[in-house]
């Protein structure tokens, strides 16, 4: 079984910056894809950012230019950094990995709170 921990969440005021990091551990395997995702209060988790074991990057376009992610194949680590922060951005803010096997297991989520 994979765990998978967030850390890094909290409040910040409009313009302000915040980095997520997240560590996945646990069992025999090895991780291919990494993503940060969040969700909003009665809405479906969206797709923030993701990275490839190779670290090709894929982002949401609402934070192009503002989040940066990038990842550490021998600590299975992977973080974001969130510049810019918005009030829109207050969500919580899940991590994601697939094993090579495709197998996806979520972290426990980390709050982020912008304030305006």
């Known amino acids: 079984q994979v765990q998978v921990v967030e850390s890094g969440g909290g409040s910040v005021q409009a313009g302000g910056s915040l980095r997520l990091s997240c560590a996945a551990s646990?069992?025999?395997?090895?991780?291919?894809?990494m993503g940060w995702y969040r969700q909003y209060p009665g809405k479906q988790r969206e797709l923030v950012a993701t990275?490839?074991?190779?670290?090709?990057?894929t982002y949401a376009d609402s934070v192009k230019g503002r989040f940066t992610i990038w990842r550490d194949n021998a600590e299975n680590t992977v973080w974001l950094q969130m510049n810019s922060l918005e009030p829109a951005d207050t969500a919580v803010y899940y991590c994601?990995?697939?094993?090579?096997?495709?197998?996806?297991?979520w972290g426990q989520g980390t709050q982020v709170t912008v304030s305006s």
């Open positions: 990275i490839s074991r190779l670290g090709s990057q």
């Open positions: 994601r990995v697939w094993t090579l096997q495709l197998v996806g297991y």
């Open positions: 646990g069992g025999d395997f090895s991780i291919n894809s």
